[in-house]
């Protein structure tokens, strides 16, 4: 396979998913997209346990990557807390209540997606 060229998504989907790991947000994935859509290079989904609980994820990673200097274009959802979406442009963030997260089952839905591979302490929950 082609190596791909680089895309300034991909440190914002790591610290995501970092940022993610550190409310304690469960089942963390990060997708890579390119060369399957032009929408956006990377998705990162993760889990909250309760509405509360996504909303706390979701903005904690907003305000960590603001702190990096890094804003949003548009952010989705953060006030009901079932599924908050944080769009960065190069990198997509979904922070879902479980439920939703398998009814739209979005790792199958990009299952053509390329899974990045996170440090243990991220993808388990550290």
């Known amino acids: 396979m082609a190596e791909r060229a680089p895309s300034p998504g991909e440190p914002i989907a790591r610290q995501a998913a970092r940022l993610a790991s550190e409310l304690k947000a469960t089942n963390i994935v990060v997708l890579d997209l390119r060369g399957v859509t032009d929408m956006t290079d990377f998705f990162v989904i993760a889990s909250g346990t309760s509405?509360?609980?996504?909303?706390?994820v979701a903005e904690h990673i907003q305000?960590?990557?603001?702190?990096?200097?890094?804003?949003?274009?548009?952010?989705?959802?953060?006030t009901q807390g079932r599924w908050a979406l944080l769009d960065y442009a190069d990198c997509v963030i979904?922070?879902?209540?479980?439920?939703?997260?398998?009814f739209y089952q979005l790792?199958?839905?990009?299952?053509?997606a390329?899974?990045?591979?996170?440090?243990?302490?991220?993808?388990q929950g550290a």
């Open 114 to 123: 390329t899974p990045v591979k996170l440090p243990a302490d991220i993808t």
């Open 63 to 78: 305000a960590g990557l603001k702190g990096s200097g890094v804003s949003t274009t548009m952010t989705e959802g953060l």
């Open 51 to 56: 509405d509360t609980h996504v909303r706390a």
């Open 94 to 102: 979904h922070v879902f209540h479980p439920t939703l997260r398998q």
């Open 107 to 112: 790792e199958r839905l990009w299952s053509d």
